[in-house]
Structures are given as C-alpha cells and as structure tokens.
C-alpha cells in the first residue's frame, strides 16, 4: 500500500496549471517537513518534499494558501523517470488530492485601510452601541 500522510509548511506558493486537453487543475509546491529530532546545537534537520495537488484541491491551494501555511497533505509517493542530457534520472513527488490547512489565514495588516477604500465602515469596540 502506498499511503502518505505529511505536516509541514508551505516552503512557497502554489503554482497553478491545467492540464491540456483535460482541463484539470493541477497545483505544485514544496512542503518543509520537520525531521521530528533536534541536533545537538539546536538546530533541525528539514525536508523539502515536492508535492503535486490534483483537481478541485489544486484551486483550493492556488487560491487559499501561501508560503508559510501549516497543511497536511494525504497522498502517495510517486517515482518519476526521465532522461536528461542522455543520463537517466529520477524524480520523487506526493500526490495528492487531499488537503487540509491546519492554521488560520494570517491577517493583514492593512485590511482596516481596504475596507474604508470600498466603502465598509470600519468600527471599534468602543463604537458599537450595545
């Protein structure tokens, strides 16, 4: 059986392509992963895993998440094979189509200005009448 199941943050964005021909969303980015120990002068060894996001998960990603976010990712290794240059080499990936953000979006800082641009009225604690 060939089922992996990752926690870790988003090294960077998502990038979104579709798949020509099919139109299906496909997402990729790298998930850091912790290696789960410490070294004795307190630093810790992390991964940089490639991870590969299909269907409806890969817009949620593209549009939801950004460098930096904790997620977890189900899926299964996959084993590409190419040749470069005349030399064999292989590629090592997730697949994925489940995945689950494990923090909160952060907040920006100038959300107060974006609202008053558009037109929302921004109150404060103190100006709410009940």
Same mark, same amino acid.
């Given at each position: 059986?060939?089922?992996?199941?990752?926690?870790?943050?988003?090294?960077?964005?998502?990038?979104?392509?579709?798949?020509?021909?099919?139109?299906?969303?496909?997402?990729?980015?790298?998930?850091?992963?912790?290696?789960?120990?410490?070294?004795?002068?307190?630093?810790?060894?992390?991964?940089?895993?490639?991870?590969?996001?299909?269907?409806?998960?890969?817009?949620?990603?593209?549009?939801?998440?950004?460098?930096?976010?904790? =997620?977890?990712?189900?899926?299964?290794?996959?084993? !590409?094979?190419?040749? $470069? /240059?005349?030399?064999? &080499?292989?590629?090592?990936? *997730?697949?994925?189509?489940? =995945?689950?953000?494990?923090?909160?979006?952060?907040? !920006?800082?100038?959300? $107060? /200005?974006?609202?008053? &641009?558009?037109?929302?009225? *921004?109150?404060?604690?103190?100006?709410?009448?009940?």
């Amino acid at each position: 059986m060939n089922n992996t199941v990752l926690v870790g943050r988003l090294a960077r964005d998502p990038e979104l392509r579709y798949i020509p021909g099919y139109g299906t969303p496909v997402a990729t980015f790298a998930l850091a992963v912790d290696r789960g120990y410490v070294k004795k002068d307190g630093t810790r060894e992390v991964d940089f895993i490639p991870i590969e996001v299909m269907g409806g998960s890969a817009e949620f990603c593209a549009n939801y998440l950004a460098k930096g976010r904790m =997620v977890s990712v189900q899926g299964q290794i996959r084993i !590409e094979k190419y040749e $470069k /240059d005349g030399e064999k &080499k292989t590629f090592t990936k *997730v697949r994925t189509k489940i =995945v689950n953000a494990l923090d909160h979006k952060p907040k !920006e800082e100038n959300n $107060k /200005d974006k609202d008053e &641009k558009i037109g929302f009225q *921004v109150l404060e604690d103190d100006d709410i009448p009940f």
